[in-house]
């Protein structure tokens, strides 16, 4: 478990303390994906390189299994490192090395493996990642989705407990970005990992995460699990991200609704609520007519969701109302 107390960063520049950090409380579980989204300068990079310290906090305590990591001694901070992992947007591979020979490199770094040991995990990894034909090759002759994939596999080179992603995805192609964001999934799952991931994209976050943190101008303004997040989103900043994810124009949506007789509403549908076929047997019962003004059905990480933005008209709005609760479906009365 990964434990914020309070912590804060500020850089110094030109001998002025600026913040990039505010004091911030966090909690990241052992094993789940945990998202960290905002725009550029939010403070995400900040926050993730304080969770191997390679910033270190100008206050507050970072506890990691209950050790407070900002008090480790220079050869604990090493051994520590060892078990983060860390992936890049730009993969940072050593150019004049092969594939294996960059798979090896944190291993042989570490000064702790035999020769045997790191042949042997090098393969495993290779085969992990689906690049045993490639070993040889050198990182430029090879894809953005393949240059990643290195990446994760040396990232894992040392058995870490935690791996940390800055933008693993934002160089790639949405083709790519599925298999990469598959492979972490699949990480997770059979090593159970914990992936601590940064993006500017709500999309990476719904596909992937469990929870999600929500940062703007170096505050956390919203926390919580994807689906309360994404499907409820309180924050302004975080509402930006999930109406971009959708490719909602607010200002076309707010026209759209405002032609629409009746009252607004907005049906959310989680889990198995999706697929009921519910809105005809609440018209019958309930006498109202309504008509779709809006809809999609997606999934956030293995759930399936539906939204639908209905006009309401005429019949009795209350029993319709309880019988789409009574239904587990989430109801939000727009206008
Ligand atoms: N080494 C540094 N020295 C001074 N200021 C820094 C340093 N690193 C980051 N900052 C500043 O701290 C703030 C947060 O930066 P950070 O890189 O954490 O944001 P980010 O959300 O990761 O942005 P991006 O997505 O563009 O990487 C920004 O205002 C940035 O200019």
């Not at 950090?21 to 403070?43: K, W």
């Not at 995460?209 to 170096?218: L, S």
Request: proline share 4%; aromatic share 6%; glycine share 8%.
């Amino acid at each position: 478990m990964i434990v914020f107390d309070q912590v804060q960063k500020s850089y110094q520049v030109a001998g002025r303390a600026i913040p990039a950090l505010h004091p911030t409380d966090m909690t990241i579980e052992t094993g789940e994906v945990f998202g960290i989204v905002g725009h550029s300068g939010a403070g995400k990079s900040t926050l993730v390189r304080l969770i191997n310290l390679l910033e270190p906090p100008t206050g507050g305590r970072i506890l990691i299994d209950d050790e407070n990591i900002t008090e480790y001694s220079p050869a604990e901070l090493r051994a520590f490192r060892r078990k983060v992992g860390m992936i890049f947007q730009h993969f940072n591979l050593l150019s004049s090395k092969t594939v294996a020979d960059n798979i090896a490199f944190p291993m042989k770094l570490a000064g702790i493996y035999s020769k045997t040991d790191i042949r042997d995990r090098v393969q495993e990894l290779l085969a992990r990642v689906s690049l045993t034909d490639h070993a040889n090759k050198y990182p430029s002759q090879l894809s953005g989705g393949q240059k990643q994939r290195v990446g994760i596999a040396r990232a894992l080179a040392c058995r870490p407990t935690i791996l940390l992603c800055d933008e693993a995805t934002s160089a790639l192609d949405p083709q790519t970005t599925q298999s990469v964001l598959k492979l972490l999934a699949d990480i997770n799952r059979e090593l159970g990992l914990t992936i601590v991931l940064i993006t500017h994209e709500m999309d990476v976050v719904r596909r992937v995460c469990d929870r999600v943190a929500v940062m703007d101008a170096g505050e956390v303004v919203e926390m919580g699990p994807v689906s309360e997040v994404f499907l409820h989103p309180k924050h302004p900043t975080t509402r930006d991200f999930v109406f971009e994810s959708e490719s909602i124009d607010r200002e076309e949506m707010q026209e759209d609704l405002q032609k629409a007789k009746g009252r607004i509403m907005r049906l959310t549908f989680k889990g198995d609520a999706t697929y009921k076929p519910l809105l005809g047997s609440v018209a019958r019962e309930s006498g109202v007519d309504f008509s779709i003004l809006s809809g999609r059905i997606d999934h956030i990480k293995d759930t399936p969701y539906g939204q639908l933005t209905l006009s309401l008209v005429g019949g009795d709005l209350d029993v319709a109302m309880s019988a789409l609760e009574a239904a587990d479906v989430h109801v939000e009365v727009l206008r």
